[in-house]
């Protein structure tokens, strides 16, 4: 179990690297339209989020729970998690609706893990109050606001 657990989780982490690399693309100017249909593109690619890892994923549960592990949650749920909820926030609820429409089990240990101790707040309420937050688009897109955070923290 330890194993499985660990595997999904370094996948959860491959899968949102190219989301993670998203607002330093035009740096110092704010990612285009372009590279967010870029992005979405190589994750629907053989080796993307969409065309590999979801699959997978959908593939490991099972009916006997919502979590990797069944009924028990783990640090694989959270990289799970993590991964689809940064999809969600980067492309917006119509384009996760279309694109994860096919993974009904990945879409439920998303909804049972945001269940999990306070992170239904923070997502609904903690984090809309970062500035690359944009109430219009409901989405996470003033992100060359986060790009300049973090490279002025780390020079």
Known sequence: QAYLVECVYGSSQDARG?????????????????????????????????????PK???MLSDA????????????????????DLFRSLFGDEVFD????PFPRVRALVAAT???????????VGRKAHATWDAATGKHSNLVKYATAVRSTLA
């Not at 693309?25 to 372009?34: E, G, L």
């Not at 269940?115 to 923070?122: D, K, V």
């Open 18 to 54: 190219p989301m993670v690399g998203l607002p330093f693309a035009q740096y110092p100017k704010a990612p285009t339209d372009a590279d967010f249909e870029k992005r979405l593109s190589d994750m629907r690619g053989n080796t993307g989020l969409l065309g590999r890892h979801a």
């Open 57 to 59: 994923w959908e593939a």
């Open 65 to 84: 729970g919502p979590f990797i592990l069944g009924a028990r949650p783990s640090i694989a749920d959270v990289g799970i998690f993590e991964c689809v």
């Open 98 to 101: 279309a694109s994860f429409a």
């Open 114 to 124: 945001r269940s999990l101790g306070r992170l239904a707040e923070h997502c609904d």
